[in-house]
């Protein structure tokens, strides 16, 4: 009894230290990489010359790269964790993607970005507006062209309808930059990080997702379609680790990071005026719901799959 009472002791002292190094490595990393990026980006706001812009871009896209270098050194470090990966055949770093995913913590972006880093171009983000207040994060991602999206209550809408389609606006700015270089548009379209309260709130119809909003996808696709070679479906998991993956990541105790690509292609049917064409609309959503249906199932047999290991 005392043995496992000492062993128990040595295993949180042991976990407090990974997470403490973890996120002052994790700080230092990301102080490393982003006050480049920010500078850059103070250049490329000083000197709006398209030969500056694309020198400057290419430039912040390569210490991204070098972030994620970073981060993917971070999780090497962690014996226990394991990747289970499907799906990366066939993708470039020359091409365009728009890449959709599920979403459960703030792991997801440390997933994608170490995942992907040598496959696709750097990831641009969709990013929440609270986000451009986090100190380094907040201007890296301004100065790396990153569109930062403001969320409005239906209630905040009704009394504010001058606000209705701001987001769309937003995101046709943005799409509208990344035409010259490659780029990978991620967008997790929940709109917010999964938990079970949130899937009440929303009367979700999924088991492990909440329902997906499609004007951010919808837009890109409008403004980019042409450019857009295919869309990455991504599925994410964390089966041992599904409460705090973010955390237990930190603190070397995710175990299993299960990942699912699938290369969809970019019908002509999925371009068309999401704002103001009805029927593309209800098309639309009736397209990508169809597709969170797909990604539902995928999910439960992963954790149908682990539980079953378990035995």
Partial sequence: MANLLN???????????????????????????????????????????????????????????????????????????????????????????????????????????????????????????????????????????????????????????ERRGKDVETTRRSCEKFRVHPTTIVNFVEGSRFTDEKRQQTRSPYSNLLPPKAAGIAMALNVLGSQFDKLLNVTLCYPENSRHPFYDMLSGKLTRIVVRVNLEPISEELHGDYVNDKGFKRRFQQWLNM???????????????????GL
């Fill in 7 to 161: 062993n128990l002791i040595m295993t949180r002292i042991l976990a407090a230290i990974t997470l403490l190094l973890s996120i002052v490595l994790t700080i230092l990393v990301t102080i490393f990489c982003s006050v480049p990026i920010i500078l850059a980006g103070v250049v490329k706001l000083l000197l709006p010359i398209p030969v500056v812009w694309r020198k400057v871009s290419v430039f912040c896209n390569f210490m991204m790269y070098c972030w994620c270098e970073g981060l993917a050194l971070l999780l090497h470090l962690n014996p226990r964790l394991k990747w289970d990966i499907e799906g990366l055949e066939g993708l470039s770093k020359k091409n365009w993607y728009l890449l959709i995913c599920n979403h459960y913590s703030w792991a997801d972006i440390v997933v994608l970005c170490v995942l992907f880093r040598k496959h696709i171009p750097m990831n641009k983000y969709f990013l929440k507006q609270q986000l451009a207040w986090v100190p380094f994060i907040g201007l890296a991602c301004w100065a790396l062209d990153m569109p930062f999206m403001k969320r409005y209550s239906r209630g905040y809408l009704l009394r504010h309808p």
């Fill in 291 to 309: 597709l969170w249906s797909e990604k539902d199932t995928q999910l439960n047999a992963i954790k149908a799959s682990n539980k079953k290991a």
